[in-house]
């Protein structure tokens, strides 16, 4: 990897990890200011603002036709989000002896992440570069969205209004420059599948997927050192059900195609739909039920992204 690989990575990265934070604050205060309801807020600005630097990559990936990359991507992220952030998370906690609970209103949420992996599986199966595919994808979204609603009328978290100065100016500029760290994250990935010769897969699933991820591990850390394991676990939920569901959509929304061959995806899958489970039957075992943080799940997840990254490469 040359110098300059290495620099469009690096700065890549780093300017994801300030301007997704960024953009995420001020799109929650322009809402705010705005009028816009607090389910809005969270079900969609927030969302977006986790999701947006593997939907950028993704839609530069799928403009170039390397649609196998934004594959890798989605899956990619997703598992790290559980893996390496939910298990960064569990070490936290447990080294700093506390306990670990969640709430009976994250029951429903688990229900709609499983449902949407087994989906993300189902459309790589039959062509995940289709526009029916997409289309199906998208469908499924605004049902989840939909059912959010549904389940949060009257009981929503409120916002507190802001007097920043030059929000919309600032909101413009967080965007443009996630813009520009999504570009060099992707022009970094391509020089490495020109000169290295890595194959698209095993680029996407780490190259691009962990450097999107970093805003969620950052984030992860910082509530986990505060002790707010439910606010970690409500996010990576949301952010793995906006991957699948809406990122995975972009390659048959841009008419992006390549040669898929469905077996060597299996594996990878695999994974997924492992950590997910755990994730979820972990979440849903502590509900109401403090218990210090688990080091064996923590451990274990950490095995399965790191079995995860062989199977990538091999």
Same mark, same amino acid.
């Given at each position: 990897?040359?110098?300059?690989?290495?620099?469009?990575?690096? $700065? *890549?990265?780093?300017?994801?990890?300030?301007? $997704?934070?960024?953009?995420?604050?001020?799109?929650?205060?322009?809402?705010?200011?705005?009028?816009?309801?607090?389910?809005?807020? *969270?079900?969609?600005?927030?969302?977006?603002?986790?999701?947006?630097?593997?939907?950028?990559?993704?839609?530069?990936?799928?403009?170039?036709?390397?649609?196998?990359?934004?594959?890798?991507?989605?899956?990619?992220?997703?598992?790290?989000? %559980?893996?390496?952030?939910?298990?960064?998370?569990?070490? @936290?906690?447990?080294?700093?002896?506390?306990?670990?609970?969640?709430?009976?209103?994250?029951?429903?949420?688990?229900?709609?992440?499983?449902?949407?992996?087994?989906?993300?599986?189902?459309?790589?199966?039959? /062509?995940?570069?289709? %526009?029916?595919?997409?289309?199906?994808?998208?469908?499924?979204?605004?049902?989840?969205?939909?059912?959010?609603?549904?389940?949060?009328?009257?009981?929503?978290?409120?916002?507190?209004?802001?007097?920043?100065?030059?929000?919309?100016?600032?909101?413009?500029?967080?965007?443009?420059?996630?813009?520009?760290?999504?570009?060099? &994250? +992707?022009?970094?990935?391509?020089?490495?599948?020109?000169?290295? *010769?890595? !194959?698209?897969?095993?680029?996407?699933?780490? @190259?691009?997927? %962990?450097?999107?991820?970093?805003?969620?591990?950052?984030?992860?850390?910082?509530?986990?050192?505060?002790?707010?394991?439910? $606010? @970690?676990?409500?996010?990576?939920? *949301?952010?793995?059900?906006? /991957? !699948?569901?809406?990122?995975?959509? &972009?390659? !048959?929304? @841009?008419?992006?195609?390549?040669?898929?061959?469905?077996?060597?995806?299996?594996?990878?899958? +695999?994974?997924?739909?492992?950590?997910?489970?755990?994730?979820?039957?972990?979440?849903?075992?502590?509900?109401?039920?403090?218990?210090?943080?688990?080091?064996?799940?923590?451990?274990?997840?950490? %095995?399965?992204?790191?079995?995860?990254?062989?199977?990538?490469?091999?």
């Amino acid at each position: 990897m040359n110098i300059l690989t290495f620099l469009y990575i690096t $700065a *890549g990265i780093g300017l994801v990890w300030i301007s $997704a934070q960024k953009l995420e604050k001020y799109s929650v205060l322009a809402s705010v200011r705005y009028g816009m309801s607090p389910f809005l807020i *969270g079900s969609t600005v927030i969302a977006f603002g986790t999701s947006a630097p593997e939907m950028l990559t993704s839609l530069f990936a799928a403009f170039e036709n390397k649609a196998v990359m934004v594959v890798g991507n989605v899956i990619g992220s997703n598992v790290a989000n %559980i893996a390496l952030v939910f298990g960064l998370t569990l070490g @936290v906690l447990f080294f700093k002896k506390e306990d670990f609970s969640s709430k009976p209103e994250i029951s429903l949420n688990l229900i709609i992440l499983i449902f949407s992996t087994l989906l993300v599986w189902i459309v790589i199966a039959l /062509n995940p570069f289709n %526009i029916y595919s997409s289309i199906v994808l998208l469908l499924a979204l605004l049902l989840v969205i939909v059912i959010w609603y549904k389940s949060n009328a009257g009981n929503e978290t409120q916002f507190e209004e802001s007097d920043e100065k030059y929000l919309f100016l600032k909101l413009l500029a967080s965007l443009a420059s996630l813009v520009i760290a999504a570009w060099l &994250i +992707t022009k970094g990935a391509f020089n490495i599948l020109e000169t290295i *010769g890595i !194959g698209e897969l095993f680029v996407g699933f780490t @190259v691009l997927a %962990i450097g999107t991820s970093l805003p969620e591990i950052a984030a992860a850390l910082a509530l986990a050192a505060k002790g707010r394991n439910e $606010a @970690v676990a409500g996010t990576l939920i *949301g952010s793995n059900i906006f /991957n !699948g569901l809406l990122v995975l959509a &972009i390659p !048959g929304i @841009v008419g992006s195609s390549a040669l898929f061959n469905y077996p060597q995806w299996v594996p990878l899958l +695999t994974v997924l739909l492992i950590v997910t489970v755990i994730f979820c039957l972990y979440l849903f075992l502590r509900i109401n039920k403090p218990k210090r943080a688990s080091l064996g799940i923590c451990i274990l997840l950490f %095995i399965s992204y790191f079995l995860s990254l062989s199977l990538a490469y091999s």
